[in-house]
């Protein structure tokens, strides 16, 4: 740290300047901005929030399955509730806050004053943020003409013909289509933004092959996005036709197909899971190296890797359709290309071990996090390929087997590397340390938390409970199960609040951290912490991957050996 | 091949242009599955016509508005006004001639976007494009009058260029429609 710092030249920024200021200006300057890391903020705060309401959500279903026949929650609250959950953790939690990722850090990582398209920028953070209140406001305004319904039902991938006008009456579905749509137009905005970024915008020196695996890792997703997000924006559509001028797209009764929309949401949705954890696998391959003392193992390897994720990605959605009844082909096509996923991620999974063997490990909340995701990655991929076997799927579909599997993805795999990389930069965001004690108490009572739940929801999945059921008889075998699973939320709720507790406490109290706490290599921890407005003072200059390594260690520049 | 910050609006509309033809894509899907599949008629044969005029109009608004960029980039600010001008004059040409083939299908053939499911995909994809060329048309005619103003100048030429390539998008799409319409699902 001393040693890097003698070399970078901290440039001072009174953290105080922000706070002399009325508030009226303060907050005017946060709604009118344009600059890369206050919009980041805005949409990594906005996941935030939104992952409380959606997690308060799951907290009051499991509160409903603790014991069967629980009354706590009506059959209709709990679709609403199940819907919510779904759609707010997708795409008012997964994607803000990895878009908030991408925005603060991209800039600063390929050395750039601000994104390609500021004002863009800003237009596409407040469509999402006015799709997130749109869905929200369907809990007040969803009841509509007809007296019925309230806050969307329909489950997050509002399958055909549930979603006609005769089975949804009311608006609740429609502030569901129209809260996706403009989020939507968001996404598609930003992703734009952050592709012509990460193309036009590197600093002198930078070439795709330097550029930090976290702007590599996000090109693809954004590149994902634009052409995933677009067909549900063309389904929704669709059904705003069907809902409101009499068209027939989904309608069975006018020769529609009820298919054909699972068709092209999963052509939106499975890629979605890819856009989701390919920036998880972005926190990890910046985060595992420098705790590890090494560069990252198979460079190359990890972007051809990727790559090769985000092109199968498109062609595996029907692997959610088994159930439906499918030729044999299209079993056998989508069963083989599911598992042919499974290699690069492998491959992915062997690079970070690579670079973690032989290592000086510090283990670090950051790293403690990163290395729970590898071991519950792992276990996610596994049950994906027993999932992606159709006959297996046959038996196991629609239970909560599956709901275990995306969780252990999600939950295991993505929000495990949130955390880690919420601890990673948050000293950069803010310019102060968060207490390591608090840390490891979060991520221990959360790791606990999430095993005792998602390991647990595998075995009612396999003794054939179904998803989405708001309740059960006793003396099935499952009442044990779901105990232990609701009890694990207890846990995984009380790591949340110590985290919270540390980032409010270090936001105020926090020791300051310094430019570059952590030693590492990119070009974001050459700047100040917080960085300047205008990012870096002088444009940077790189000759190599590792471009502060270069700086610090002139007498054994990384340069010398590319 | 390195990319600086002047090509950036050219990417930037490259992107815009890869997710709407995913868009395009959705819905020539769900035309191309519903062809045939209707329970009652009017069927394409019996009431669509091959918009020949209309679809030339089109095909050469691209010829003009790559003229307009020439005169552009050139600063001959007359010419590119003329060509302009034009350019909005021929896509103005397709859309009347959409809104007549529109009224002709509805109040003559009786084919709405209700009334059967050719009527849904068929309104719906060629109301999807029709939007796209509207959309254009109010860009470029705000391109104009900001132009009649004065205001346009040879410095302009690259974010003209990059207007033009959504315009040429909104034209290769309608090769893809008048195909897809009019010739296989007919």
């Known amino acids: ?562 | 091949m390195p990319l600086g910050h002047e090509m950036r609006g050219r990417v930037g509309m490259w992107c815009l242009i890869a997710a709407e033809s995913a868009i395009f894509s959705i819905f020539v899907v769900a035309y191309l599955y519903y062809a045939g599949k209707s329970l009652n008629g009017p069927t394409p044969r019996e009431v669509l016509h091959l918009p020949v005029f209309d679809s030339i109009c089109l095909f050469s608004s691209s010829f003009t508005i790559v003229m307009a960029e020439r005169a552009v980039a050139q600063g001959k600010m007359r010419f590119f006004g003329i060509w302009w001008l034009l350019t909005i004059v021929l896509g103005a040409i397709f859309i009347v001639g959409t809104a007549r083939e529109w009224y002709h299908l509805i109040y003559v053939d009786g084919l709405t976007i209700s009334s059967s499911l050719f009527g849904t995909t068929y309104y719906s994809l060629v109301g999807l494009h029709a939007f796209h060329v509207i959309a254009g048309l109010t860009g470029l005619s705000i391109i104009m009058i900001v132009t009649a103003l004065g205001q346009v100048k040879q410095e302009h030429a690259s974010r003209i260029e990059v207007f033009a390539m959504y315009w040429h998008f909104v034209d290769a799409v309608w090769v893809v429609v008048l195909t897809v319409v009019y010739f296989i699902a007919i």
């Open chain 1, 1 to 562: 740290m001393s040693n890097a710092e003698s070399v970078l030249k901290p440039m001072t920024v009174s953290p105080a300047r922000e706070h002399t200021r009325p508030l009226f200006d303060q907050v005017h300057d946060w709604i009118v901005t344009v600059d890369h890391k206050k919009l980041g903020l805005m949409y990594t705060l906005y996941g935030i929030v939104f992952l409380v309401i959606g997690g308060l959500e799951a907290t009051a279903m499991r509160i409903q399955l603790a014991i069967p026949n629980n009354h706590f929650l009506s059959p209709q609250t709990f679709n609403q509730l199940f819907t919510m959950h779904g759609t707010t953790m997708v795409f008012l939690v997964g994607m803000p806050l990895l878009f908030g990722f991408a925005n603060y850090l991209v800039p600063l990582m390929i050395g750039a004053r601000d994104m390609a398209f500021p004002r863009l920028n800003a237009f596409s953070y407040w469509m999402s943020a006015m799709g997130g209140i749109i869905l929200y406001f369907s809990f007040i305004g969803g009841s509509g003409l007809y007296g019925a319904g309230g806050a969307p039902d329909v489950g997050w991938f509002a399958y055909a013909p549930l979603t006609s006008p005769a089975f949804s009456p009311g608006h609740s579905t429609d502030y569901w289509i129209i809260g996706l749509l403009v989020s939507g137009v968001g996404s598609i905005g930003t992703a734009l933004n952050v592709v012509t970024t990460v193309l036009c915008m590197r600093c002198p020196g930078m070439t795709l092959g330097r550029m930090p695996l976290f702007a590599w890792l996000n090109l693809v997703t954004s590149s994902l996005v634009l052409i995933v997000i677009s067909p549900l924006t063309a389904a929704q559509i669709m059904l705003l036709i069907d809902r409101y001028l009499g068209g027939h797209f989904f309608d069975t009764q006018a020769g529609g197909s009820a298919v054909i929309w699972m068709h092209f949401f999963w052509i939106f949705g499975h890629p979605e899971v890819y856009v989701l954890i390919i920036p998880g696998f972005a926190f990890a391959s910046e985060i595992i190296p420098v705790f590890s003392r090494k560069p990252i193992f198979g460079y190359a390897i990890m972007v051809a890797a990727t790559l090769s994720i985000g092109f199968l990605s498109l062609g595996v959605w029907a692997h959610h359709m088994f159930t439906i009844g499918m030729t044999s082909y299209a079993n056998a096509f989508f069963t083989a290309s599911t598992m042919a996923i499974g290699v690069p991620t492998g491959i992915k999974i062997f690079n970070w071990l690579g670079t973690m063997w032989g290592g000086k490990i510090r283990l670090t909340v950051p790293m403690l996090f990163c290395i729970a995701f590898l071991f519950q990655f792992l276990i996610a991929g596994l049950t994906g390929i027993m999932l992606s076997a159709s006959p297996f799927d046959w038996q196991l579909g629609n239970s909560y087997f599956v709901v275990a599997h995306f969780h252990y993805v999600l939950i295991g795999g993505l929000v495990f590397t949130i955390f880690a990389a919420l601890y990673y930069w948050y000293p950069k965001v803010t310019g102060r340390m968060w207490n390591e004690t608090l840390g490891r108490w979060h991520f221990w009572l959360f790791l606990i938390g999430f095993h005792l739940t998602f390991d647990f929801m595998h075995v009612p999945g396999v003794l054939g409970m179904p998803r989405r059921i708001y309740t059960y008889e006793a003396g099935r075998g499952w009442e044990v199960w779901n105990m232990i699973i609701s009890v694990g939320v207890i846990f995984q709720i009380a790591g949340i609040l110590f985290w919270v507790v540390n980032f409010v406490w270090a936001y105020f109290k926090g020791k300051p951290a310094g430019n570059d706490p952590w030693d590492a290599w990119t070009l974001e921890w050459s700047t100040s912490s917080p960085p300047p407005d205008y990012n870096f003072a002088k444009e940077p200059v790189v000759r190599s991957r590792r471009p502060l390594w270069d700086l610090k260690h002139p007498e054994d520049p990384d340069w010398k050996y590319e």
